[in-house]
């Protein structure tokens, strides 16, 4: 959700002034791109994951707050709901045992959250949508105390100008209202960071959208919402009803949501940033002092505060973004297709996956998004939300295939090679995408875990579905403590 605001309401001059301070931020981006004034030689990779808190009954347990005090880390920052925080760890290069860094980090930072959580009643769950989660559990009470929150829920409500629907079929259906955003708060993601030069940047964010549909099928981890089997992936449907500021009649008119998988390939990481400028009006019009310009020809580097504020309100599945650290400004893919989960070990495979991949695809001396449509890689991502590891995907040179057979005949090696051109050991490589292809081969993901599990205690045990899933849950919990990949959790 991105960073702090203060309270306040905005005027029509707000909006007026916002506007043009966006578009002049946007021409000084645009100068910088031509300049070429980023960092990027030594790329960094991050990860960021959206944790759900529980109490002891696994009901979620809205004390983020307390939760953050007792932590005491600044790693770990608030989230929308009062039952989310966030982990953000510390970027670094895939070479030299990073992918290794990142899991010993991950594991030594959540286990040590986890007991100072349990001191004010609550529990750390990676999951991408809580299975214990109902509609009482959301409202204005359970969004947290930072005021960008309240302020995205007036300017949200306000541009619909009714509530929101939440519309969802799958193996049951689900169909509700929400008169505030505080359902987007039960969607939990993994989210991975590439650092790339500004003439790489197209290729690798093309090459993350032709990667999507693939990452859900084999990473599905949010089969249940209020009680009701839906997707494998439901977050996919969730986030996007979630946060749509448009009523019926705008939809019509094909006015283009926030949550937004986009509508082309691009050629540059303006595109995207234009793209921002063009279709979207502000949610949070607020100026800074800044004057990008003066700041530019001087010899410094801007913030472009007004562009990445507008730029955080738009929730790409793939978003770029611009940074400025420690004096220097560079550029990022943020990879948001992924939930939490089901384990840190997982998380890393997936991550492991991701970064190889996309680095031969956008590296390959014939672009695959050349040989394939725009369209058809947003078919594979909705095919990967609905389906799962079940899913069927269209692929260049294969035509339709299923997801697993995919991964197992053409993309596990050049993930492989990936992360040997980033520097990453064999040994690691071949640990973390063995999980990749034991996932493929047993035809389980945390989304298949839970409703095989669900189907289990139903049979043997006969509880009342809220309780099913109660110790379903339960039962995850204690597999995602132990580290084990969720290919080999049972059933029973």
Not at 277 to 298: G, K, N, Q, S, T
């Amino acid at each position: 959700m991105g960073q702090d605001v203060e309270t306040r309401t905005f005027s029509r001059e707000d909006r007026q002034r916002y506007r043009h301070k966006v578009r002049r931020c946007l021409d000084v981006f645009a100068r910088m791109l031509a300049e070429s004034r980023f960092d990027f030689e030594r790329p960094m990779t991050g990860l960021e994951i959206e944790l759900n808190l529980v109490d002891d009954s696994f009901d979620p347990a809205m004390r983020n707050a307390e939760v953050l005090s007792a932590v005491s880390n600044p790693d770990f920052v608030t989230e929308l709901g009062q039952f989310n925080i966030e982990i953000n760890l510390r970027p670094r290069r895939l070479a030299e045992q990073g992918i290794a860094a990142f899991e010993q980090d991950m594991r030594a930072s959540l286990n040590e959250a986890e007991a100072k959580a349990r001191t004010v009643g609550a529990h750390m769950v990676m999951i991408g949508i809580l299975p214990t989660l109902h509609e009482k559990h959301l409202g204005l009470h359970s969004l947290s105390a930072n005021p960008r929150y309240a302020l995205l829920n007036e300017q949200i409500f306000s541009a619909r100008g009714e509530d929101l629907e939440i519309n969802i079929s799958g193996a049951e259906r689900l169909s509700t209202y929400s008169d505030t955003i505080a359902p987007e708060a039960a969607c939990t993601s993994a989210q991975l960071h590439l650092q790339v030069s500004p003439e790489q940047f197209p290729a690798y964010w093309n090459a993350a959208q032709c990667l999507a549909g693939v990452q859900l099928a084999l990473g599905a981890n949010s089969p249940y919402l209020f009680g009701k089997q839906l997707w494998p992936e439901t977050r996919i449907a969730l986030f996007q009803q979630a946060t749509d500021t448009r009523p019926d009649e705008l939809k019509a008119q094909g006015v283009r949501p926030r949550v937004w998988f986009g509508e082309r390939w691009i050629t540059s990481i303006f595109d995207l940033f234009e793209e921002n400028v063009r279709y979207f009006p502000a949610l949070l019009p607020i100026c800074e002092e800044e004057d990008p310009l003066a700041v530019l020809e001087r010899g410094d580097v801007p913030t472009l505060g007004e562009m990445r504020l507008h730029n955080g309100t738009i929730y790409r599945w793939n978003r770029p973004v611009y940074d400025v650290v420690r004096g220097k400004p560079h550029l990022r893919v943020e990879n948001r297709v992924l939930p939490a989960g089901p384990t840190v070990v997982d998380i890393l495979a997936n991550s492991a996956f991701y970064f190889g991949l996309v680095r031969m695809l956008a590296e390959s001396e014939r672009p695959l998004w050349s040989r394939m449509s725009f369209s058809a890689a947003e078919d594979n991502f909705h095919a990967g939300a609905r389906q799962g590891i079940d899913a069927r995907l269209f692929w260049p040179g294969l035509g339709e295939v299923p997801a697993t057979e995919l991964v197992l005949r053409r993309l596990l090696a050049l993930a492989a090679d990936g992360l040997a051109a980033w520097g990453v050991a064999s040994s690691e490589s071949d640990r973390l995408l063995g999980i990749i292809e034991q996932r493929c081969l047993t035809g389980r993901n945390g989304a298949t875990w839970q409703v095989d599990a669900y189907r289990a205690i139903d049979a043997a045990q006969g509880l009342d579905p809220a309780d099913t899933l109660r110790e379903m849950l339960r039962r995850y919990v204690g597999h995602m403590h132990a580290n084990e990949p969720v290919h080999t959790w049972p059933i029973d």
